[in-house]
């Protein structure tokens, strides 16, 4: 296993360098400058911001740029943030925790709600229970994340008053009241991004153990006389999952770039607004690490997804 992992990872290595290197020159090529609001700032005199630009190296040649940028990114520094005037590791730093939470709750309330739903309408195809669980499965991923955000903070923020629609991360308490107004707040974030995630997975689920139920090994399981539960956790969910992990590890960094939208309407403090605050601010450190970050999930996604198919059919084995 450990000899996968790492073959794994050295294979990932040139597409991580390809996409860097592509994302570095796209955000070159961009127009606008992270020194444009020193520019029109008369408080700095020119020769400091010519020897700001030199400094960072901002009119040298893209491929000089990148080189220093990848080197310095592989020593640990991350670059310095133009506009929130610290390192930029450090803010990623500040922001992943949130962003991690939020984005942890929601998939496993996606897959708390997915996997017993999906399982079940698939035991009962064409039931009353499949069909209405159908049914709000294609309302629930037809249904913009803007659009049901907005929807809980109207019904239950503005009219109804029950939950706060502001994320804040300085809340004044302690102990047990601490936890409580931290499950408060997150409730509407995580409930939107789980729901809609849940729908995508249920369909999923679904048609994986319709699938896999028709299969002569169950069929055979349940001549031999086991228990029906049995025959459907051991031998029918475990083996309908594979498809369902492909799905979610996929998804993960889609999940995290669909939380940008969630994290706007919401104001958390995490990831996505910071990346859509450095695009605003043309803050390209902090534009190019974010979106490095995010190329990096696919890969540890994918990876975890592949060992996790290890687990679920013994049948795959890593040399």
């Known amino acids: 296993m450990g000899k996968y992992i790492l073959r794994r990872l050295i294979i990932a290595l040139p597409s991580l360098l390809g996409i860097s290197?592509?994302?570095?020159?796209?955000?070159?090529?961009?127009?606008?400058?992270?020194?444009?609001?020193?520019?029109?700032?008369?408080?700095?005199?020119?020769?400091?911001?010519?020897?700001?630009?030199?400094?960072?190296?901002?009119?040298?040649?893209?491929?000089?740029?990148?080189?220093?940028?990848l080197v310095a990114m592989l020593q640990g520094d991350w670059g310095f943030s133009f506009s929130s005037r610290i390192d930029v590791d450090k803010l990623i730093l500040q922001r992943v925790p949130t962003t991690l939470f939020v984005v942890g709750s929601s998939q496993i309330l996606a897959l708390a709600v997915a996997l017993p739903v999906g399982v079940y309408a698939a035991m009962r195809p064409y039931s009353i229970f499949d069909q209405i669980a159908n049914t709000l499965a294609f309302v629930g991923f037809s249904l913009p994340t803007f659009f049901t955000g907005l929807l809980l903070i109207l019904i239950f923020s503005v009219n109804l008053g029950w939950l706060p629609f502001v994320y804040r991360t300085d809340i004044a308490a302690s102990g047990w009241h601490w936890y409580w107004e931290n499950f408060k707040?997150?409730?509407?974030?995580?409930?939107?991004?789980?729901?809609?995630?849940?729908?995508?997975?249920?369909?999923?689920?679904?048609?994986?153990?319709?699938?896999?139920?028709?299969?002569?090994?169950?069929?055979?399981?349940?001549?031999?006389?086991?228990?029906?539960?049995?025959?459907?956790?051991?031998?029918?969910?475990?083996?309908?999952?594979?498809?369902?992990?492909?799905?979610?590890?996929?998804?993960?960094?889609?999940?995290?770039?669909?939380?940008?939208?969630?994290?706007?309407?919401?104001?958390?403090p995490g990831i996505g607004s910071l990346l859509i605050t450095a695009i605003l601010a043309n803050d390209t450190p902090v534009i190019m690490a974010v979106t490095f970050v995010f190329a990096c999930l696919v890969v540890v996604f994918n990876l975890l997804a592949d060992i996790i198919y290890g687990w679920l059919d013994p049948r795959i084995s890593y040399h």
């Open 185 to 268: 707040q997150a409730i509407m974030p995580v409930a939107v991004l789980g729901l809609f995630q849940a729908a995508s997975y249920t369909r999923y689920v679904r048609s994986a153990v319709l699938d896999v139920i028709r299969l002569d090994y169950v069929t055979t399981a349940r001549s031999k006389g086991l228990d029906e539960g049995k025959v459907i956790v051991k031998h029918v969910v475990r083996n309908a999952l594979i498809p369902v992990v492909t799905l979610v590890a996929l998804q993960m960094p889609a999940v995290f770039g669909g939380a940008i939208v969630t994290e706007q309407i919401f104001r958390i």
């Open 21 to 69: 290197l592509i994302l570095f020159v796209l955000l070159a090529l961009a127009p606008g400058d992270p020194f444009g609001e020193l520019a029109t700032n008369t408080n700095i005199p020119p020769e400091v911001r010519a020897a700001l630009r030199v400094k960072f190296g901002i009119d040298d040649p893209i491929f000089v740029r990148y080189i220093r940028w």
